[in-house]
């Protein structure tokens, strides 16, 4: 986050976001070398039928395990699904907990790209010619790409990738291996969906795409899209022997954010894979529209959201304005840009909308408030009846330090759409209503977000208004979004993980008209 006093002024009207974001014109990935993830960084639900400007009810938040941490347990799978043969694991690999749960989503991909991937492309599917392989360290006898053979080090650094000289895929499935480090921590689903992105690679040059020499993000972007298309078919049951919950489609959001480019890379640069703002989209895309819509992203591309650092002093915090409420901190100038936002900028659509105070307390017990809304878990609570905000300054500040500025920006954003909502007696209640707020805030993140051109701030707007998002704000958000999101479907309360992320990029994508 910073704040926007070195920017230019822009002189022109309202910028819309398509327009702001960037023309893929970078250099072309190389076609027969390796193609994957590179070097990774570890690092459409309906939002109710009310309008906003409708009289209605608000109820306090129960929040379904709010920022809690999963258990992960392995799913059992049926020897019956698994094909043994599916994944050359070498002579020395050590036997992993998840290693069924590849063997049989690997043979569901193949079974799913056999049957549509001619409908969706136009060609009939071709299997994998060369296989996939496990790596792990002092295994010597992968094929090479390029060369006799693939060395560790190499699969380390890539994680994962697919060769196309030789049809193969690899995956770095040694102990200090981000997969195996992601599986622990999330589930085995997350290896699952980074070999559907490798598979992606594959149906690439099928179709001859990876001949084309595009911009590496255009195919990493559709790559995702087919993770996500799997992903998909796999929640709904349609992979046997592969079970998949709603904390896997979780993590598959969480897997997406973990291998983006390292904040404030340009993703229109050789070798560029997207924020995670942008590859959780793609993920997502695929998730909700399927393998066609995936097939027609190569000319139909998604939007991208490249953003610069626009000072040294934003380089050098990676992004994040220092915590705290004195000059040049965060809430400093956050606060008055979200009261300026919704007060004046959107005053024709929320008339009544009431500014708020805050409050910084240093415990959940100081919050003086007789008919709190519930987000107080999550370091924020809103008393309407006072229009304060009071900020619960130890649990913001860990939010924080675990995700960075626009953590505690996104769960301002959330209480100030709630204000605006219940400022117009909205009629929405529930998760619906909940969801809402999360396309709002997309909304008012939108007037954030700089040209990446001019790096100047959509026009016009109030002079008062001196916030902007930094590289890593985007993902951020949708990352703090994961994880207050409910942990199942089932719930309602606050909305999942998924339908919260698709909703706050419907804000930030489309403006406040998107979640009217």
Known sequence: MLLAGSLLAASCGITEVQSRVAAVDS???IADGPVGSGDFTPSDPDPGEGRI??????????????????????????????????????PGKEERLYDDFLLASLADIERWLQAD??????????????????????????????????????????????????????YDDGEQSLLTELAAQFGPATIGIVLAHEYGHALQQRDGTLQRRLPTVTTEQQADCISGAWAARAAAGLAPGVPFTDNDVRAGLIAMIRVQDPVGVDPTT??????????VGAFQTGFIEGLDRCARLIEEPLPLTPLAFLSGDDQINQGNAPFGFGENQLFNFLLPDLNTYWDVEVDSLFPNFQPLETVAVSSIDQVDCDEPR????????????????????????????????????????????????????SQVTGEARQLRNDCLVGAWVDTLIPDPTT????????????????????????????VIGDRNSESNVLGSAFEKVDEFRRGALGGISACM
């Open 53 to 90: 400007d409708d009289p209605g009810t608000d109820t306090p938040l129960v929040p379904d395990d709010a920022m809690g941490d999963d258990q992960v347990d392995m799913p059992e799978i049926d020897p019956a699904d698994v094909d043994p043969t599916a994944i050359d694991f070498g």
């Open 270 to 279: 050789q070798g560029g894979h997207g924020s995670g703002f942008d590859r």
């Open 117 to 170: 991937f001619e409908p969706a492309f136009g060609i009939p599917y071709e299997p994998l010619q060369g296989g996939v392989y496990a790596g792990y360290p002092g295994r010597t006898d992968i094929p090479g790409c390029g060369e006799p053979s693939t060395a560790y080090e190499l699969l380390q650094r890539a994680v994962a990738f697919y060769c196309p000289a030789g049809d193969f895929i690899a």
């Open 374 to 425: 519930g987000y107080a878990v999550f370091g924020v609570e809103l008393c309407s009846a006072t229009n304060t905000v009071f900020i619960i300054e130890p649990i913001m500040r860990q939010v924080y330090d675990e995700r960075g500025d626009f953590g505690p920006g996104f769960l301002l954003g959330i209480v100030w759409a709630e204000q605006a909502q219940t400022s117009n007696r």
């Open 455 to 482: 790096r100047q701030l959509p026009q016009p707007r109030a002079e008062a208004r001196t916030s902007s998002v930094s590289p890593g704000d985007l993902t951020e958000a949708i990352l703090t979004a994961i």
């Open 27 to 29: 250099a072309p990935i």
